[in-house]
């Protein structure tokens, strides 16, 4: 089988998730993970759009993961009004879902980002 390696033009993508963190190129982040085009920005859940907002610009879709259930997080209704009343879609999964999902889209070009809470 013939492998080939994906080309993520500078972004980073999730390499790994577990044990209340994420390892994104390399380094180890611990707690709720956002992701941008940008980067890794820091980011406290749900009621902490801000780093989010700020950046809605350079993203068209936000995976939102919510841990290893899928149980809307206080506050979702309110943080998805916002977030595409700025023009962003939103889509709500578990964090591994989002996390795969992300690197796919990621390796296909698009302008996505994610906002994971730890597993």
Do not use: C, I, K, Q
């Amino acid at each position: 089988m013939r492998t080939t390696e994906v080309d993520y033009e500078g972004r980073l993508p999730v390499d790994a998730y577990g044990s209340g963190g994420f390892r994104v190129a390399g380094a180890v982040h611990r707690g709720p993970l956002a992701l941008v085009p940008a980067g890794v920005v820091p980011w406290d859940g749900l009621p902490d759009l801000g780093p989010l907002l700020e950046r809605v610009a350079s993203f068209d879709v936000l995976l939102v993961g919510t841990g290893a259930a899928l149980a809307p997080p206080p506050g979702l209704a309110e943080a998805r009004a916002r977030l595409e009343a700025a023009g962003a879609g939103v889509d709500v999964m578990t964090t591994p879902s989002a996390a795969r999902t992300y690197n796919v889209l990621l390796a296909e070009g698009r302008r996505v980002a994610a906002a994971l809470m730890p597993v």
